[in-house]
Nanobody, 127 residues
Framework: QVQLVESGGGSVQAGGSLRLSCAAS????????MGWFRQAPGKEREGVAR????????YYADSVKGRFTISQDNAKNTVYLQMNSLKPEDTAMYYC????????????????????WGQGTQVTVSS
């Protein structure tokens, strides 16, 4: 049974940093497309960052480029999202997702193409 468990969310002031973790079990996170998505109240789900764990290719939404970094630790079957220079508009529930997608599709597959999701972790950024 595939499980994704997020952790690391919390409340921080604008300009601060948080690191989210996504621990995977029930499958090997290597050679998978792993993504971080977020959803704020009243807004659509937004893809934030993805990584193809087989080769390490990364993809970012324009809104987080230069501030967020997605990374992996295959030995721990864990994917991370380092979030720096946080802004109030980053406030959302953040979800980890996994998909068996080839590397060329990882950066473009829609959220509906990810069959496995975690329960989410809340990030709140105050001004």
């Amino acid at each position: 049974q595939v499980q994704l468990v997020e952790s690391g969310g919390g409340s921080v002031q604008a300009g601060g940093s948080l690191r989210l973790s996504c621990a995977a079990s029930g499958f090997t996170a290597s050679s998978r497309c792993m993504g971080w998505f977020r959803q704020a109240p009243g807004k659509e789900r937004e893809g934030v960052a993805r990584i193809y764990t087989g080769g390490g290719s990364t993809y970012y939404a324009d809104s987080v480029k230069g501030r967020f970094t997605i990374s992996q630790d295959n030995a721990k079957n864990t994917v991370y999202l380092q979030m720096n220079s946080l802004k109030p508009e980053d406030t959302a529930m953040y979800y980890c997702a996994a998909a068996r997608q080839p590397p060329w599709a990882c950066g473009v597959v829609a959220g509906t193409g990810f069959p496995y999701w975690g329960q989410g972790t809340q990030v709140t950024v105050s001004s």
